[in-house]
Nanobody, 116 residues
């Protein structure tokens, strides 16, 4: 099972980034995928989640509602996180994750820095 996050970088406040999570090694269509983030000195928190392709429901933490959009491309086995109107408090390492056969699986993380 592999999850490969990418797309992070340095962006000014108010800017946008799109993160990608390319997966392999499990039946992607059947699994919910989530994005988490960990800011310096803080605990990792859930940001957004999308259910399996059968349901395609989405969930967001309150602080990103209306600014972030999670989506999935089953053909590419990839989940995206479109982040708009970025704020300095969004600065963190972002991880994608799933629970596969009862185990939490993590990608390696991609750094997002929001700064002027």
């Amino acid at each position: 099972v592999q999850l490969q996050a990418s797309g992070g970088g340095l962006v000014q406040p108010g800017g946008s980034l799109r993160l990608s999570c390319v997966t392999s090694g499990f039946n992607f269509d059947y699994y919910a995928i989530g994005w988490f983030r960990q800011a310096p000195g803080k605990e990792r928190e859930g940001v957004a989640c999308i259910s399996s392709s059968a349901d395609d429901n989405t969930y967001y933490t309150e602080s990103v509602k209306g600014r972030f959009t999670i989506s999935r491309d089953d053909a590419k086995k990839t989940v995206y996180l479109q982040m708009n109107s970025l704020k300095p408090e969004d600065t963190a390492v972002y991880y994608c994750s799933t629970v596969e056969r009862g185990l939490r699986r993590w990608g390696q993380g991609t750094l997002v820095t929001v700064s002027s």
